[in-house]
C-alpha cells in the first residue's frame, strides 16, 4: 500500500482554503487506498521534517499560498528526495509571482492584460492608469488583497494606507465581461467552465469559497472560438511555466462588444483549491473522473528533483 502523507494548513492568508483542501483530499486517499498521515502545517518546519519520519512513498501538497504553493515547501521535499504533487520549486516559484509569470507568458505569445507594478505609496496621490483598473497583490493568491478601481470611486487613499502585501503592487487594466476558468491534467486541458460571481462583482476570496457565492456552468456557453482558444492557452502557459501535475488558469473574456471577444489570460494556479466549492473536482467530474480517482492521479504523478 502507498503510504501519502498529506500537507495541508500553512501560515499563509490561504491558511483556511487549505485546511478545506487537506480534509477532502485525506478522506478520498483513504477511500482510493492509499495509507495517510496528516500532517497539519503550522510554523515549525522542523515540525514537518519530523512528520515525515518515517519517510512516505509520496507527499500529497495541500497547501495554499505563500511558503507552500512558491517553490519553499518543493524546496525541502526535494532535498529530503520524496516526491511530492503539483508543480516543482522553478514553476511554483513563477506562477506565484504575478509579474515574473506575466512576462513568461508574454514572451509566450501569450495573451496577458496591459499593466505596471506600482509603488504602493503612489497609489496614494494618482492613478497610475485609466479608470477602472485593478489593484493585485504580486505574491499572493484566491483573490486575496485584489481591488478594483472604478469611475468615481475614492478608495485609493485608504486602499494605499491599509496595504499589508509590501511596497509594491500589480496595477492592470479592469477587463469587462466574463469569468473563464481552464484546468490542465498533465498534457490535457480539461474544460472551460463559467463562473458567475453571486456579488455580482468579480471572483473574489467569497465567492471562491463560500456555500452559494458563486455559480459555475461547464461547458461554459461561450464562442466556439474562444472555448477552443482558451483550451490551447491554458494547456501553452502550462507548459511555459514548466508546471506538472494539475494546474488552472483564469481568464477574462471581453464579449461586451459581442462573439467572438478579446480573450485574456489572468493567471496560472499550480495548486488548484480541492475544496467542496472548487473549480479542478468539477471539471474532472464532467469527464468522468470522481474526486477519490482525481486524488490517486495525482500521487502516482507525484515527482521530485532526485
Given at each position: 500500500?502507498?503510504?501519502?502523507?498529506?500537507?495541508?494548513?500553512?501560515?499563509?492568508?490561504?491558511?483556511?482554503?487549505?485546511?478545506?483542501?487537506g480534509?477532502?483530499?485525506?478522506?478520498?486517499?483513504?477511500?482510493?487506498?492509499?495509507?495517510?498521515t496528516?500532517?497539519?502545517?503550522?510554523?515549525?518546519?522542523?515540525?514537518v521534517?519530523?512528520?515525515?519520519?518515517p519517510?512516505?512513498?509520496?507527499?500529497?501538497?495541500?497547501?495554499?499560498?505563500?511558503?507552500?504553493?512558491?517553490?519553499?515547501?518543493?524546496s525541502?521535499?526535494?532535498?529530503?528526495?520524496?516526491?511530492?504533487t503539483?508543480?516543482?520549486?522553478?514553476?511554483?516559484a513563477?506562477?506565484?509571482?504575478?509579474?515574473?509569470?506575466?512576462?513568461?507568458f508574454?514572451?509566450?505569445?501569450?495573451?496577458?492584460?496591459?499593466?505596471?507594478?506600482?509603488?504602493?505609496?503612489?497609489?496614494?496621490?494618482?492613478?497610475?492608469?485609466?479608470?477602472?483598473?485593478?489593484?493585485?497583490?504580486?505574491?499572493?493568491?484566491?483573490?486575496?488583497?485584489?481591488?478594483?478601481?472604478?469611475?468615481?470611486?475614492?478608495?485609493?487613499?485608504?486602499?494605499a494606507?491599509s496595504w499589508?502585501?509590501?511596497?509594491?503592487?500589480l496595477?492592470?487594466?479592469?477587463?469587462?465581461?466574463?469569468?473563464?476558468?481552464?484546468?490542465?491534467?498533465g498534457?490535457?486541458?480539461?474544460?472551460?467552465?463559467?463562473?458567475?460571481?453571486?456579488?455580482?462583482?468579480?471572483?473574489?476570496?467569497?465567492?471562491?469559497?463560500?456555500?452559494?457565492?458563486?455559480?459555475?456552468?461547464?461547458?461554459?456557453?461561450?464562442?466556439?472560438?474562444?472555448?477552443?482558444?482558451?483550451?490551447?492557452?491554458?494547456?501553452?502557459?502550462?507548459?511555459?511555466?514548466?508546471?506538472?501535475?494539475?494546474?488552472?488558469c483564469?481568464?477574462?473574456?471581453?464579449?461586451?462588444?459581442?462573439?467572438?471577444?478579446?480573450?485574456?489570460?489572468?493567471?496560472?494556479?499550480?495548486?488548484p483549491?480541492l475544496?467542496?466549492?472548487?473549480?479542478?473536482?468539477?471539471q474532472?467530474?464532467?469527464?468522468?473522473?470522481?474526486?477519490?480517482?482525481?486524488?490517486?492521479?495525482?500521487?502516482?504523478?507525484?515527482?521530485?528533483?532526485?
Amino acid at each position: 500500500m502507498t503510504r501519502v502523507a498529506v500537507l495541508y494548513g500553512g501560515m499563509s492568508a490561504e491558511r483556511e482554503v487549505s485546511l478545506s483542501t487537506g480534509r477532502q483530499v485525506i478522506t478520498a486517499l483513504r477511500e482510493a487506498g492509499y495509507e495517510v498521515t496528516p500532517v497539519e502545517v503550522k510554523d515549525d518546519l522542523a515540525a514537518v521534517i519530523r512528520a515525515l519520519d518515517p519517510r512516505p512513498d509520496a507527499v500529497f501538497n495541500a497547501l495554499h499560498g505563500r511558503f507552500g504553493e512558491d517553490g519553499a515547501i518543493q524546496s525541502v521535499l526535494d532535498w529530503l528526495a520524496i516526491p511530492y504533487t503539483h508543480s516543482g520549486v522553478r514553476a511554483s516559484a513563477l506562477a506565484m509571482d504575478k509579474v515574473a509569470a506575466k512576462a513568461v507568458f508574454a514572451a509566450a505569445g501569450l495573451p496577458v492584460p496591459r499593466g505596471q507594478v506600482v509603488d504602493i505609496a503612489a497609489l496614494e496621490h494618482n492613478d497610475p492608469m485609466p479608470l477602472p483598473y485593478v489593484i493585485k497583490p504580486i505574491n499572493e493568491g484566491s483573490s486575496v488583497g485584489v481591488e478594483i478601481m472604478r469611475e468615481g470611486g475614492n478608495r485609493r487613499a485608504a486602499i494605499a494606507a491599509s496595504w499589508t502585501f509590501g511596497a509594491s503592487a500589480l496595477v492592470e487594466e479592469f477587463i469587462p465581461g466574463r469569468e473563464l476558468t481552464v484546468a490542465v491534467m498533465g498534457e490535457k486541458a480539461l474544460a472551460v467552465t463559467e463562473i458567475t460571481a453571486a456579488n455580482g462583482d468579480f471572483y473574489d476570496y467569497e465567492a471562491k469559497y463560500a456555500d452559494g457565492g458563486s455559480r459555475h456552468v461547464i461547458p461554459a456557453p461561450v464562442h466556439p472560438e474562444i472555448y477552443t482558444r482558451a483550451m490551447d492557452v491554458a494547456l501553452r502557459a502550462h507548459r511555459a511555466l514548466g508546471c506538472r501535475g494539475a494546474s488552472r488558469c483564469d481568464f477574462r473574456y471581453d464579449d461586451t462588444k459581442g462573439e467572438p471577444g478579446r480573450l485574456v489570460l489572468l493567471e496560472l494556479n499550480t495548486q488548484p483549491g480541492l475544496t467542496p466549492t472548487s473549480l479542478l473536482p468539477e471539471q474532472a467530474a464532467h469527464l468522468g473522473m470522481s474526486f477519490p480517482q482525481l486524488c490517486a492521479w495525482m500521487v502516482e504523478n507525484a515527482a521530485c528533483r532526485a
